[in-house]
Structures are given as C-alpha cells and as structure tokens.
C-alpha cells in the first residue's frame, strides 16, 4: 500500500491479487447476494483508492481493509434497514430456514458448510470468515469486527459448535 | 499457534477444526468478475494520473484554487451549474467562493480605478487653477534683451529717483499741457495694468518682477512714451510734508503721485516708479486688472496743477494773499517746471 501510496501502480495490482477473492467472499458471505457483493466489493476498492494519501501504517493492512469492508458492510444493513426491512427480516436475510430443495442439495458436505454459514448469525458468520480468509489473529479479527477479543472468541466458539453440529458426518 | 502471526490465538483446542477448515477451503471458489477486477484495476491506474481530483487526495491543497477554476470552467463548458447547490441539493460553498472572490476583486478594481480617477481630475484641477503668464508679460519678454544669470536683485529707490531723473533729462523737450495729461494718464492706466498684473503671478515677487520687465540697463526704445513726470525727489518730499502720516507708513519707497494726478494705494506705489522709469510701452488690454488694483483718484487740489492753481487763485480773490502765496510756494516746488499763468505773475512776484 505504500508503494501504490508513492504512485506504484504495479503495488496496487499485487495487493488486489492478494485480497481479491478473501475480500469478495468476506463481502458474499456478509450480504448473500452476488450482485450486492459485488457493488460492496468496488466500493471498498474506490475508497481504498481515494484514502491512500491518508494512510498510515498503524496496523496491517490486511485489518485496515477488512475493516473497511467490515464498515461497508454496516452500512449496507443499515441503508437495508432504512428501506423498509425490519430486523426479522434482517435475521432471515442472513440466516434463512433450510428449504427442503437446499437439503437435498447440501448433500455434498462444502455445499452444506456454506448453507450451514448461511444459517449462521451475521456476527458469527464474520468470525469464522475472517478467520479462515484471512489468519488473522483474534486482536485483529476483533480489530476489523470493531470488538474486543473476547467477543470474538465468543462468537467463534458458538460459530464451531453450530458448524460442528450440521456437519457432524462430514468431519 | 496463528501461522501469520506469533499470537497463540490459536492455542484454544475448541477453537481448532481442521476439518471445517479443509471443507471451506474446498468450497471458497468464489472470486469477483473479471470485468469487475478490469475495472478496479483501471480506476486505481487512472487515480494515479496527474489530475485535479488525485491532486486533493495524494499531496497538499496548494493548487487547490486553481483546480477550482478548472472545475468552473468544465462546468461552463458543460452547461452552468445548479448554484450555489450541488446536484444532490446539499450546499456547497467551494461552488460559491470562486464567484464571490470574483465579484470582490472586480469591486476593488473599480474601486481602485476610480480612486485613480479622482485624484487625477483634482490633480487637473489644481494646475488648472494656475495663473497663465500674460499676454503683456509674453510681450515683454520677446522684446527684451536675455537677461543676466546673476539673480536680480529689487531696486532700490535712489536708483529709481536716478533713473527717472535721467529719463527726464533725455527728454529735454518739455510737452504742452494736454499732451503731458493725456501721457500722464495712459503711463497710470499702463502702470496700474502691468502692476496688477505682476502682483496676481507672484504677489511677493512683484517688484523684482517689475524690474525685470523694464531692467534700468535696458535704453528705452523710440516708442516708449515718458510721460513728463517731476522729480521723484520733490514729490517725494512734498508728499512728507503734507502727508506725514502716510509717509511714515511708507518711509523708504518713493510715490509716484505726481504722475498723472493719481495716487495708488497697497504695494502698486512701489512699483509705479519703475514702471514709468523704465518700461517699455505694453498695448494689451487687460480690463480685469483694473477691478483687481485698488486705485483712488486723489481729489486733494496739489494733485491737479490746474486745480491747486484754482484754489490759489480761490485764495487770493478771497483775501488770503498770504496763505496763496504759502500754497504757490509749495506749487512751484511740486511742479517746478509747470507754466504759471500770467494772472498769478503778482503773486509770484510778491513770492
């Protein structure tokens, strides 16, 4: 980020290579919808874009754009919200009941991991995506989540458990 | 243990599910539109290209302004904008500091040019307010030699007295009565003129102004005209015996009264010895000088030769021989030179 900050276009490419698919699966899983991930996903590029002559290396880089992500992604449930969506709806948006054709098709155990994601509380779904996507450490998940570690912990925990359970015969 | 970083996060053994972790990974096939990728990419090449917009994001503002006046010229050119709001309907005031720092340096431009303006008409007006040189002095000035570079100094009055008595000796051919009056007049009304004249230019200079318009080594020329005056001396003496008190106001300068029978007040007497020594004859006409000089035609009878004879006359006829023949006395010291008439012959003879 340093180098695309000093006009290093080539830095810039790297740095997307590197984070393009964790960050538009982070984004997918976050909204539920391609389409929205994608918008969401242009968006925290043009902002990574725009601030670059305000960054500052405080953290790494990969926490300072999750968190941007992660801030987006507030946005867009709010701007939902404000829409006319109500909090059940939210919540169904984001953890939908199991129809009986998803059930067939979660056969295979990846596609019944990323329903069982689905079904996941939001909070926790991020947890576990960022965890896996990225490697972050718990400080820095809870960093981009704008939480403490603990909580963190928390939701990863229930997250494991509720995976563990849908997935039982896979593991 | 975290593979990226030295935190033991990881060191919680419920946290740990390497299966979930294997079947996510094997299901995280999901990646953007390549067009999608294009896109982000082209955006974040074009954000590196010298522009106004990239300018305000990677440096400092300096050139922030003008920037603004290509913003405002893009939007003249793409039709005027929704001012002073933006298209959203939200105030803008970048949108309205360039027309309003406009409008002010147009009002300090005007202000300053007419501020310009005003000056330059007083400053035209003062120097228009300046006396012209006159006519006369033009005139006077052409027919004069060049004059000396050594500063001129006033004269004084014996050498006015000098030069009028040598005028007088030049013309040894005394007029008759009605020329010596009608030249009496015409050096006062040419006196009064050129005085006045020399006192509106430069009032405190006048006298050397005079001198310099008729210097004393200048010979006259053929056509000036002298009028038969008496001698300075005498009129200056007679002056201070029948005016003591306007002879002690002007001790040191000799009148000239006995000219043409005319007294002139303020610092015009001074200047009418020279005038009549020395100056040649001016035919410009200058009837607003006259208003301007304060000239009192002596009423007194010694003023006129014909009416102090008369009063003497008057006396005699009247009993008073000795107070006519006290005031001949004084006549033929006034106008030693003047015709007596015969009817006063026993007076004289009795003088």
């Not at chain 2, 007419?114 to 033009?138: K, T």
């Not at chain 2, 020594?277 to 607003?288: A, D, F, K, L, S």
């Not at chain 2, 000795?322 to 030693?336: C, M, N, S, T, Y």
Request: glycine share 6%.
């Amino acid at each position: 980020m340093l180098g695309y900050r000093e006009g290093d276009g080539e830095a810039f490419a790297v740095l997307y290579r590197r984070h393009r698919g964790p960050l538009y699966r982070y984004l997918l899983h976050g909204c539920g919808n391609p389409a929205t991930a994608e918008e969401l996903f242009q968006d925290v590029w043009t902002h990574l874009i725009k601030a670059r002559g305000t960054y500052r290396v405080e953290a790494r880089f990969t926490t300072w754009l999750y968190r941007l992500a992660h801030n987006r992604l507030v946005d867009h449930y709010r701007s939902a919200r404000m829409t006319g969506l109500s909090d059940d709806d939210l919540e169904a948006l984001q953890d939908p009941a199991p129809t009986p054709a998803q059930r067939v098709a979660d056969a295979d155990c990846v596609q019944r991991l990323q329903a069982a994601l689905g079904r996941l509380p939001a909070a926790q779904r991020e947890a576990f995506v960022l965890r896996e996507e990225t490697g972050l450490s718990l400080e820095e998940i809870g960093a981009c989540a704008g939480v403490g570690r603990e909580t963190i912990k928390s939701r990863l925990r229930y997250a494991l458990k509720t995976l563990r359970a849908a997935l039982e015969d896979c593991l | 243990m975290n593979p990226y970083t030295d935190h033991p996060d990881h060191a919680d053994a419920d946290l740990e599910e390497p299966g979930l972790s294997a079947l996510y990974r094997q299901g995280a096939t999901q990646t953007p539109r390549s067009d999608l990728d294009r896109r982000i990419l082209d955006q974040a090449q074009a954000a590196l290209r010298p522009g106004p917009a990239n300018v305000r994001q990677s440096g400092p503002r300096y050139w922030h302004w003008l920037w603004s006046w290509r913003w405002l010229w893009s939007k003249c050119r793409n039709g005027l904008p929704r001012w002073p709001w933006s298209r959203s309907g939200t105030w803008n005031w970048r949108q309205v500091a360039i027309p309003l720092s406009s409008a002010a340096g147009v009002l300090l431009a005007v202000g300053l040019v007419l501020r310009v303006i005003e000056e330059q008409s007083a400053v035209q007006g003062i120097s228009g307010m300046a006396p012209r040189p006159l006519a006369e002095d033009r005139l006077s000035q052409q027919s004069q030699p060049p004059r000396p570079s050594t500063p001129i100094q006033p004269p004084q009055p014996t050498q006015l007295l000098k030069q009028s008595q040598s005028i007088q000796q030049s013309h040894s051919i005394s007029p008759s009565k009605p020329e010596r009056e009608v030249a009496a007049k015409r050096a006062l009304e040419e006196a009064s003129t050129l005085s006045a004249a020399a006192r509106l230019s430069t009032p405190s200079m006048a006298p050397a102004a005079i001198s310099t318009l008729a210097p004393s080594s200048a010979p006259a020329p053929a056509s000036v005209r002298v009028p038969p005056a008496p001698a300075i001396g005498e009129v200056a003496q007679d002056q201070a015996e029948n005016e003591p008190k306007d002879h002690e106001r002007r001790p040191a300068i000799p009148m000239a009264e006995g000219a043409g029978g005319v007294h002139m007040k303020s610092q015009i007497t001074h200047e009418v010895p020279q005038v009549l020594g020395g100056m040649p004859q001016v035919t410009g006409e200058m009837p607003q000088a006259k208003d301007d000089i304060n000239l009192v035609i002596d009423e007194r009878p010694q003023a006129d030769p014909e009416r102090w004879l008369a009063v003497i006359r008057q006396q005699w006829s009247s009993g008073q021989r000795a107070e006519a023949i006290k005031q001949l006395i004084a006549f033929r010291q006034v106008h030693p030179r003047y015709p007596l008439p015969e009817d006063l012959a026993p007076l004289m003879e009795a003088e």
